[in-house]
């Protein structure tokens, strides 16, 4: 069952009806300014850090689920009936309803009473404000008289103290009114210099900035006196909480169209400017006044959303696909990366499941995002990869979070995930083969962002791989930490006291439990340094990494091979977890994903047994599950993975991060009918016709879908902010699809079900613009180029010759 449809045209998801399973979100705002925004206008905003620095407020795990945001009610003067177009609060039967969410905007509108109500929420590239246009027309054969009100609560910054400090916070919040501009002040009077505007176009009727008086005693959002009454009171907010509304009369005769405009925006004073006159407590508003008057100028406000559409057609233009399935087309061209650069701005901070409040920047899941995003924003990321260097500590570990605001690495969640430093090798090695940007590896770049002891970003990829070399443990295979990629899998944990973190709390010394998962992670990361050592001429330098990857190779063969699979771990006891001696988790994902994609059996057919072994053992029609069989209860020796219930999360959940290391390794072998199945068993869209068993928004990808185990077997759940984004992109774009940058240039080698005719690819790759054309001449995956009508060598597109800016590429697959 379906709750909208895809307007592939214009990049839209079109959602036909409000009550969709789970609020189904949209993200504003792409540099400094964000917000999120459901299909019923739910959603808040923040300035660059959603803990620090929340304009308005947000109550997660309520009930709806989705409640408090960008409200507007209409009011009818004639018999007092009031609605919201965006369905919710009042959740009035609407005649019609369609919500769009596009790129970094969402439209809301519906009909009632034949009044047709349209809001458009948008965030101007540039700008640290929000823009709500409405436009109301009247389809009636009589004229209407109509109230319009906005409204929204203001959160008095710290969104973690604004849920928590009630004694202190009940008194100290301040707006001032001037001009029909609500200004939301509170501590600005202290320490803050920096404030809140909520600005409408149009004349008032009235405003209201205290909670209380609009929604009156004992009221809810879904029923504000103020509203009901059809007039607001004027309320000048003293403690409490600060809210702002704004009240607009509007007489449509039939056929008449309005639009009102409302800007929320942030600002921040010079300190020796706060005030005006200086001395006083008014905020000094010279520099938002002009900036206020522009965006309430309907010519201006088209232009930057014209702006922000072109900004987009321009990202999403580097990589456009035509291929004969309209899944893969939508999710490549438009929505997969889309999300990839969701992910870059908010990385795991800001969704339906991530409060703002918690998690910084993981220092493994920020070079993974990285893998994404990389082709659209190459000079970002190069400032994400410094950015997250910087936080390396000198022996190569690093803390596993950094915060967004202070890019420090963060003390509370520690260091010791074994895994962390060698994604580091993974991201700069994508962003060089992207780029062409060597110099990266010459920048200065320090060690736990302490002054004077910079290195070349090189010498942190060195020091990266060292750390594991450093770390092995009994059998010769790495030492897992505190946890590696799985950050569930909590071998030195032991936890036994409910409550205890399973992230930070360690109870073994951890010297015994160790990870094949981070074996396979190092033979990828050894080679692809040594690939960069090659190409700077280092040849004894890459020969040694290759010598450490085999070696590392023989003992994943030695140790971590299981008969039919790579095992997953030893534990503390020096016991395998994820073989087929254990009583529960007898095999896992990631290792069979990872270790295949570092080449390990490819040669001696186990690669191929252990992808058959997850076909059989871990496979469902919902996607491939983390482990099996789940476990049914509590092991003191695995931590959080088996705290979930069985099918949930890391505890056989389908995963959706591992199941592109899955695809990847199918199509290292050769079987695109493979690779291509498990990609359509995930793929948003292609789960579109079952939403109401996904529940989660069909256009973007969840972390999780319940797995075989589970009541709810194919559920999805924690849409939008995770590694699942960047790594099915890689999967489709460059394995299965087989458009792959590598350091010699693009490479061509597609990996597809025989029954592909072929495809057409444009990639803008350095500054050219490739036009790849894939013509299937028969089964199989072997590739003949021509290039601009001559026949090249092997499957990768030479470099043109300084200047040309366009290359035409023909690819015969097949023999
Ligand atoms: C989740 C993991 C997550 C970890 C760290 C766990 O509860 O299951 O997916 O990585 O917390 O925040
Ligand atoms: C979510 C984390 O962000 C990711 O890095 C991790 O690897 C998975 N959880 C698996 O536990």
Request: charged share 20%.
């Amino acid at each position: 069952m379906k709750f909208g449809t895809f307007d592939d045209a214009r990049r839209e998801y079109v959602i036909t009806r409000p009550d969709t399973p789970l609020p189904w979100i949209n993200y504003l705002g792409c540099e400094t300014y964000f917000g999120i925004i459901s299909n019923t206008a739910g959603g808040y905003s923040f300035y660059r850090d959603a803990r620090m620095r929340r304009l308005t407020r947000y109550r997660y795990n309520n009930a709806p689920l989705d409640f408090g945001g960008r409200y507007i009610y209409l009011r009818d003067a004639a018999d007092g009936a009031y609605w919201s177009p965006s369905w919710q609060p009042t959740k009035t039967k609407l005649d019609d309803y369609t919500c769009r969410h596009g790129m970094g905007y969402t439209t809301i509108a519906s009909t009632f009473k034949g009044i047709r109500a349209e809001t458009r929420y948008f965030v101007p590239l540039g700008e640290t404000l929000e823009i709500w246009t409405t436009t109301i027309t009247n389809t009636r054969a009589t004229a209407a008289d109509l109230d319009l009100f906005s409204s929204l609560e203001f959160a008095l910054w710290e969104a973690w103290d604004d849920a928590t400090n009630y004694q202190r916070n009940y008194s100290t919040g301040q707006v001032e009114v001037e001009d029909g501009v609500i200004y939301h002040k509170t501590e600005y009077r202290e320490r803050r210099d920096h404030f809140a505007y909520f600005a409408c176009s149009e004349s008032l009727a009235g405003f209201d900035t205290q909670r209380d008086a609009f929604l009156g005693a004992y009221r809810d959002w879904r029923e504000p006196l103020a509203v009901e009454q059809g007039a607001l009171t004027n309320s000048i907010a003293h403690g409490w909480q600060p809210m702002g509304a704004h009240q607009v009369k509007l007489t449509l005769q039939p056929g008449e169209t309005r639009t009102v405009t409302f800007v929320l925006g942030y600002h921040e004073n010079p300190q020796d400017a706060k005030f005006d006159p200086p001395g006083s407590q008014t905020i000094n508003k010279q520099i938002v006044k002009p900036v206020i008057s522009k965006y309430l100028q309907p010519a201006n406000v088209e232009a930057a959303f014209e702006a922000l559409r072109a900004y987009w057609a321009d990202l999403l233009g580097i990589f456009q696909v035509h291929t004969p399935d309209a899944h893969v087309d939508r999710m490549v061209n438009v929505w997969n990366a889309y999300q990839n650069m969701v992910t870059f701005n908010m990385s795991r901070s800001t969704s339906l499941y991530e409060s703002g409040i918690g998690r910084g920047m993981g220092f493994r899941d920020s070079n993974q995002d990285l893998l994404g995003f990389v082709h659209m924003v190459p000079e970002r990321a190069r400032e994400r990869i410094l950015d997250i260097a910087s936080t390396q500590l000198p022996n190569g570990g690093a803390y596993h979070q950094y915060q967004p605001l202070t890019k420090r690495g963060n003390n509370d969640v520690g260091s010791n995930f074994n895994d962390d430093p060698l994604w580091l090798i993974l991201g700069v090695a994508a962003y060089l083969k992207e780029s062409g940007d060597w110099s990266v590896l010459d920048a200065l770049v320090p060690y736990d962002n302490a002054a004077g002891t910079e290195t070349p970003l090189y010498e942190h990829l060195q020091r990266s791989l060292q750390y594991t070399l450093d770390r092995l443990g009994p059998h010769g295979l790495p030492l897992i930490g505190r946890a590696d990629w799985n950050d569930c899998l909590n071998l030195n944990c032991f936890s036994d006291t409910p409550g205890q973190s399973f992230q930070t709390t360690t109870n073994k010394d951890g010297k015994v439990a160790e990870s094949v998962l981070i074996a396979g992670l190092f033979v990828l990361a050894a080679d692809e340094l040594a690939d960069i050592a090659l190409a700077r001429g280092l040849q004894a330098e890459a020969q040694r990494y290759r010598d450490e990857a085999a070696k590392m190779v023989t003992v994943t063969d030695e140790h971590g091979w299981d008969g039919a699979w790579f095992k997953r771990a030893y534990d503390d006891f020096g016991q395998p977890v994820g073989s087929s001696v254990c009583e529960e988790g007898q095999i896992f994902i990631e290792p069979q994903g990872i270790c295949v994609m570092a080449g390990i059996g490819l040669a001696d057919g186990r690669a191929t047994k252990a992808l058959d072994s997850v076909a059989t053992r871990l496979a469902t029609p919902h996607g491939i599950v983390l482990q099996q069989p789940a476990y049914s209860r509590y092991h003191l020796n695995l931590g959080e993975i088996s705290s979930y219930p069985p099918g949930y999360k890391e505890n056989a959940g389908v995963f959706c991060h591992t199941n592109p290391w899955i695809m990847i390794a199918e199509a290292m072998l050769g079987r695109g009918e493979a690779a291509f199945d498990y990609y359509q068993r995930i793929n948003p869209s292609a789960r579109e016709a079952i939403s109401e068993v996904h529940r989660c928004e069909p256009y973007v990808y969840a972390q999780m879908i319940a797995g075989i185990d589970a009541a709810t077997h194919g559920e999805a759940k924690n849409s939008w902010l995770s590694g699942t984004a960047a790594w099915n992109y890689v999967a489709i774009t460059q394995w299965l699809l087989g458009i792959r940058p590598t350091l010699n240039g693009l490479q061509v080698a597609p990996v597809l079900p025989a029954s592909w005719p072929g495809f057409t690819v444009t990639r803008r790759f350095q500054g050219v613009t490739y036009t790849i054309e894939v013509v299937r001449r028969g089964p199989g995956t072997q590739v003949a180029l021509e290039v601009d009508g001559a026949s090249v060598h092997g499957d990768v597109v030479p470099r043109p010759k300084p200047g040309v800016s366009a290359v035409s590429v023909r690819a015969s697959l097949g023999s």
